[in-house]
């Protein structure tokens, strides 16, 4: 059986997902309402510093700086003082820019803070970044990590409280390095079930979303199942869920509400959530007949 995926925190927002914060051990534990900006770090601070050390090396200001890698002063300045998590692409351009002879690509790569993960968020991540198994059900919208960059740009405009540009940034980066799992880890089977009504909006906010998903379930490792309108009742009824199996064979669940979420490790409720998703995989329609629908509402799109 290929693993699940839930769209869970990752769906919803990446800024929002709930868990266990990282210190903790996994359980069920809600996770706290309304933090959603994550916490700096010494090494989040240490490469700011670094930057601006090469910065002023170049004898630029910030004003002159922010449009040579293209990101506007104050997100220059919330880098440089480590309350930003810096985007691959700055990276690349500030390397460039300030001729770094390769300190500052070395020096991201030991940053320890998620871009816009909430810390509460970050244990599922940790584990789902080395799982072998991803299972997710989604009946709100497209799971994360099948979403295109209009899709997730289009939720987090949309969200309320609004969020500023420097925090969509965080969110849209922190989204894309998770889905870099789905072609960096070939071994890992990931399975999504996603509710008909869900791809059929989902079309309205990013028409390149269904090639998008078609493309992804052309791999061998992503399963993409549609759960049908027309049935009336199934055994996700209750809610979108997540479920992971790490390397030794430990399973976990996830579930996410309006502001928190839960990072299940009880046996017995995870086994739940497994016999829930396995009877969905047989009401939702086959792989065939699920990307044959898909093939269809691309063409009506």
């Known amino acids: 059986m ?9 769906g919803n927002s990446e800024a929002d997902g709930a868990g266990c914060g990282p210190g903790g051990p996994p359980g069920d534990m809600n996770g706290p309402t309304g933090a959603t900006e994550p916490e700096s770090s010494d090494s989040l601070k240490a490469f700011g510093e670094v930057v601006k050390a090469f910065r002023k090396r170049a004898r630029l200001t910030q004003e002159q700086f922010a449009p040579r890698v293209r990101y506007s002063v104050p997100t220059v300045a919330s880098i440089e003082q480590g309350r930003r998590f810096p985007p691959a692409s700055f990276v690349d351009r500030a390397e460039e820019v300030l001729d770094a002879f390769g300190a500052l690509r070395g020096a991201a790569r030991h940053l320890s803070r998620r871009p816009g993960l909430a810390s509460w968020f970050r244990q599922w991540t940790q584990l789902e970044a080395e799982s072998v198994n991803l299972c997710t059900y989604e009946c709100r919208l497209i799971p994360g990590l099948l979403q295109t960059e209009a899709y ?122 497994q016999m829930r998703y396995a009877r969905m995989r047989s009401q939702a329609l086959s792989l065939e007949d699920s990307l044959s629908l898909l093939r269809r509402m691309r063409g009506a799109a």
């Open 152 to 273: 997730a740009r289009t939720l987090f405009s949309e969200r309320l409280p609004p969020l500023g540009d420097d925090q969509i940034e965080a969110r849209l980066s922190a989204r894309t390095e998770r889905q870099r799992l789905l072609r960096e880890r070939p071994n890992t089977a990931f399975s999504f079930i996603v509710e008909e009504h869900v791809l059929q909006r989902g079309v309205g906010a990013s028409p390149e979303l269904l090639p998008h998903v078609l493309e992804l379930a052309a791999l061998r490792n992503i399963e993409v199942q549609v759960m049908p309108q027309k049935r009336v009742t199934h055994a996700g009824i209750d809610g979108p869920m997540q479920l992971l199996e790490t390397p030794d064979n430990t399973w976990y669940g996830y579930c996410e509400g309006q502001e928190s979420g839960q990072l299940i490790s009880d046996a017995k409720v995870v086994s739940m959530l």
């Open 2 to 10: 290929a693993a699940c995926e839930t769209s869970g925190g990752d």
